[in-house]
Each structure stands twice: as structure tokens, then as C-alpha cells.
């Protein structure tokens, strides 16, 4: 008899890793704690329950990366991007979704499958055997993140995100930003310019204080405490604390020198530190933020050099409880030092709705591929599920691992001229690459189609 799939945790992850993985044929068992064992943003027993907005993102499958994932997934014959299709409301190019019937309708369909069964309960233990899928999501209950803690060490699993921004690479003025570490620190030459630095003198920095003390702010939600504050703090905050407190903090003016313009001396300067492998993202050092996104775009491009940036993703600070992936978890999304358990959603490091699915369905692939003794490895980076499992798993730094949503920046880069102008084709040519990729992936199951 084929062994079982267990899964804790119902959720965007959990839900579509049960459906792909009882499509192949293995049976599975889903322990949902709720309604039993609630959290603070969840209000239903429902399983796939969209905990704040009702949006997908956008639904553009050749300019956009979210939309890709969303070809993705539906290629996968994903449950939850066939249930947000059922029951999509009009939203411009975006998908936004009716939440309720959306999550009843996800949650009817895999109580219905004859290989899947949800067993209400918390679980409070790190399994010792068998196969496993933790999609806990970034609320996962106290008693299991204190036995994931008490395994991969306190240091190594967060309970909150402080996201700094981050720009795509190609998007910085270089005629006024440069590489240096500061007091040219390192053995190597790579470490002596591991930072771009963005200088600002004493108007720019006034103006850009008074930006931030006058930016929109997003409040914390119910339950959400502040126990960030110590190690953390959102740049408006310092900036409330005194309008020096920046200049000693992230944006000391120390230990650099511009070759631009080698005789001024910058009143602040601003870093950004290479995010990923490819070089292609860097975060800007220090800024975590709880300014609203439309804000922190018009605050930030006030950063000289950053003008133009492209934000691969706005920062934020929010209650999520996630692991250091790359150190933690295989290319194949096991915990190394438990290989029978493997995670997905949330909580693996990616952030949002999509992501989170197509980290499910990724993980439900894997893991039923597995129990069947045809193992498929993951998908290549240059698809947006492959490019996110690489990432998470170890493309990211693993010192300043904060979550990330699907981004190009993460895809190996395509050879095409023309910058800026050329970026349709150039998104284009990811997307086109990713669809061919990921259909070849797919033929790589030889079960796997929709059950209905
Ligand atoms: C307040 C808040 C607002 C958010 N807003 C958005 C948004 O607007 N847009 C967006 O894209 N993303 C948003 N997110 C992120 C969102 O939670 C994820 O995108 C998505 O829900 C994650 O999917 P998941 O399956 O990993 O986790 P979830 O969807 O949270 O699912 C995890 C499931 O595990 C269950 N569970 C937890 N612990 C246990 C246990 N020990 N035993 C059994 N079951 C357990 C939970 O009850 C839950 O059903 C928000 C998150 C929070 C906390």
C-alpha cells in the first residue's frame, strides 16, 4: 500500500500540496488546528482562508512575475488557482478573488477527494518518521515553532520579518552611486566592494527626514506586538528618535570615499548589500520600514543614485514566523537534519499568497514523487517556482535571509541589449523561457493530472 502524506497545517501551502500530491496517488492525511486552535488574523474553520486582501496580484503571465507563477500553477492543474479562477472578481489585470466561496469551495473539493482526509488538531511535535509537509504558515501555533526552534536552533527561525527594500541592480544610477566596503574591510577584492553606497549631502538629508516624519505609516494589526523594537527599528522611528539618529545609524557618512566627486565629504550615506548570487537584487542596509508602499517609493527614490530604482520588493515588519531556508532546507525543500520532513508556504521564507501555493505545490510534487519511488527534482531557476526554491534554498544570503516575493530579479538573467526601453521584450523572454521549462519539468510526472 502507498504510504501516506502527512500535512500540517491547511492553508494556501498546505491545501494545494494535499491536492497535488493525492492527484499522483499518494493518500494524505491535513491536521488543520482550526477552528479548534485559532490565530489572530484567521476568522473561518475553512481551509485556503485568505487572511487580509482578497488579491492574487497580477494575472500578466508575460510581464509579470506573479502572473507567470499563476501560469504555473494552473499548467500544474493547481486547486487554488482553479478555485480563484471560479471565483474571481473584476479587478482590472489584477486576480482578486471572492475570499469566502473561494476558501469553502478549496476546502469542499479536498474533502471530497477520495484520497484525502483532514484531521482537525494542533500538533505540537516535530515528527520522528513517516512523510511530512510543515506549511504552518507565518502564524504557526507557539508549541510547534518551539519544537522547530528546539531543532534547528533559536537563531535560525524568526517570529518576525523586517523587511528592508530592494532594488534591482540594473535600476541604479552608477554615475553617482559606487562599490566600497566601509574602511575597504576584506581579504578580497569582492569583500572590499561588497556594498553600493548612495551619497547624500546636508539638503538632500533634511528633505529626506522630513519625508520620512511625514510619510503614511501602517499601523500593527491586533495581536501583532511590537517585540521587534530591540534589535530592529523602522527608519521613521529613528527618525522620530532625532533627526541625527540616521546619520549615527545606517546612514553614518564613515569610512567611504566617493570617486565621484573625491573631495566632498557626504553629509549621510546610504548602503545596499548584494541580496542574492546573481547579483542581481541588493537590499538597502537598515531600512526596515512600516511606511506604506506608495510612500516609501516617492521617500526612497529621494536617495540619490536610487532615483529610478526598482523595487524588487518594499520593506515591511510584520508577525511571521519563518526559517532560515538557506541554511536549513535542501535544493528539495527538506529539513536536512530531518529529510522525511520537508516544509512549504509561508514559512520556508516566501511571502504572499502565490508563493506560498506554489511552494505547496512544489513541496506536495516532491514529497508524493518520493513515497512513489520516482523522485523528480526541483524545477531549474529559470521557471518563477524554480527561481523561488533556489533562492530560498540557498541562492538568498543566508546572514540577512528576510522573506521575498517572486520577483525577475531572481531569474537568471536573459542576454538581451537595449536597458530600459527593452524591458517588455526582455520580460518577455523570461517568461517565454519559464513556460518551456516548466512544461518540460511537468513531463518529468507520469501522474499528476487533475483528478476531475
Ligand atoms: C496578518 C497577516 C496579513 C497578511 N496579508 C496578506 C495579504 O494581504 N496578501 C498576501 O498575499 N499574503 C498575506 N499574508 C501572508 C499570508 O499569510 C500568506 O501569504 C499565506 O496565507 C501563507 O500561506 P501558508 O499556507 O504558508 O500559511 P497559512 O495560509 O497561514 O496556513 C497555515 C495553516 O496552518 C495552520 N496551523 C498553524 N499551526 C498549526 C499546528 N501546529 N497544527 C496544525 N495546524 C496549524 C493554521 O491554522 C493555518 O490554517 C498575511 C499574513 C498575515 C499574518
Not at 511535535?125 to 504558515?137: C, F, K, R, V
Not at 518594499?314 to 532560515?324: A, D, K, S
Not at 532546507?329 to 521564507?349: C, K, Y
Request: net charge negative; proline share 6%; charged share 20%.
Amino acid at each position: 500500500m502507498t504510504q501516506t502524506l502527512h500535512i500540517i497545517g491547511g492553508g494556501m501551502a498546505g491545501a494545494e500540496a494535499a491536492w497535488q500530491a493525492a492527484n499522483m496517488g499518494v493518500p494524505v492525511v491535513i491536521h488543520e488546528m482550526r477552528p479548534a486552535v485559532g490565530t489572530f488574523a484567521h476568522r473561518t474553520g475553512s481551509l485556503a482562508e485568505m487572511v487580509c486582501s482578497n488579491s492574487f496580484r497580477s494575472d500578466d503571465d508575460e510581464q509579470n512575475a506573479v502572473g507567470l507563477l499563476h501560469w504555473e500553477m494552473r499548467a500544474a492543474n493547481g486547486l487554488i488557482m482553479q478555485t480563484a479562477d471560479q471565483h474571481a472578481l473584476p479587478a482590472g489585470g489584477a486576480l482578486a478573488v471572492d475570499r469566502d466561496p473561494f476558501a469553502e469551495t478549496v476546502t469542499a473539493r479536498l474533502r471530497a477527494h477520495p484520497l484525502v482526509r483532514v484531521e482537525p488538531g494542533e500538533i505540537a511535535e516535530l515528527p520522528d518518521s513517516g512523510h511530512w509537509i510543515i506549511a504552518t504558515g507565518p502564524l504557526t501555533s507557539g508549541a510547534l515553532a518551539d519544537a522547530i526552534a528546539a531543532e534547528t536552533g533559536r537563531e535560525a527561525l524568526a517570529f518576525f520579518d523586517a523587511i528592508a527594500p530592494i532594488v534591482h541592480f540594473d535600476s541604479v544610477d552608477l554615475s553617482k552611486a559606487w562599490f566600497q566596503s566601509r574602511y575597504d574591510k576584506g581579504e578580497t577584492e569582492e569583500q572590499r566592494t561588497a556594498y553600493l553606497n548612495c551619497p547624500m549631502d546636508r539638503d538632500t538629508y533634511e528633505a529626506f527626514i522630513d519625508a520620512l516624519l511625514a510619510a503614511h505609516k501602517a499601523e500593527f494589526k491586533p495581536g501583532e506586538t511590537a517585540g521587534y523594537f530591540d534589535g530592529c527599528l523602522p527608519i521613521e522611528v529613528m527618525a522620530e528618535r532625532g533627526r541625527e539618529t540616521l546619520r549615527h545609524g545606517p546612514m553614518k557618512p564613515v569610512g567611504l570615499t566617493n570617486p565621484h566627486q573625491p573631495d566632498v565629504k557626504a553629509h549621510a550615506i546610504v548602503q545596499l548589500r548584494r541580496d542574492n548570487a546573481l547579483g542581481t537584487l541588493y537590499n538597502i542596509v537598515g531600512f526596515q520600514t512600516k511606511m506604506k508602499y506608495g510612500a516609501q517609493t516617492e521617500v526612497l527614490r529621494m536617495i540619490p543614485g536610487l532615483e529610478n530604482a526598482r523595487f524588487a520588493r518594499l520593506g515591511g515588519i510584520h508577525r511571521n514566523t519563518f526559517l532560515n531556508s538557506p541554511t536549513l532546507l535542501d535544493g528539495e525543500m527538506r529539513l536536512r537534519s530531518r529529510p522525511h520532513v520537508r516544509f512549504a508556504g509561508q514559512i520556508t521564507g516566501v511571502e504572499g499568497y502565490v508563493e506560498s501555493a506554489a511552494m505547496g505545490l512544489l513541496a506536495g510534487r516532491l514529497a508524493a514523487s518520493e513515497i512513489l519511488g520516482r523522485p523528480v527534482s526541483a524545477p531549474p531557476p529559470e521557471t518563477a517556482t524554480g527561481a523561488l526554491v533556489t533562492h530560498i534554498t540557498g541562492g538568498a544570503e543566508a546572514k540577512t535571509f528576510q522573506p521575498m516575493n517572486v520577483n525577475f530579479g531572481l531569474f537568471p538573467p536573459v542576454d538581451l541589449k537595449g536597458g530600459r526601453r527593452n524591458r517588455p521584450a526582455r520580460y518577455k523572454a523570461y517568461t517565454d523561457r519559464a513556460k518551456a521549462a516548466w512544461q518540460d519539468w511537468l513531463g518529468h510526472f507520469t501522474v499528476g493530472k487533475a483528478a476531475e
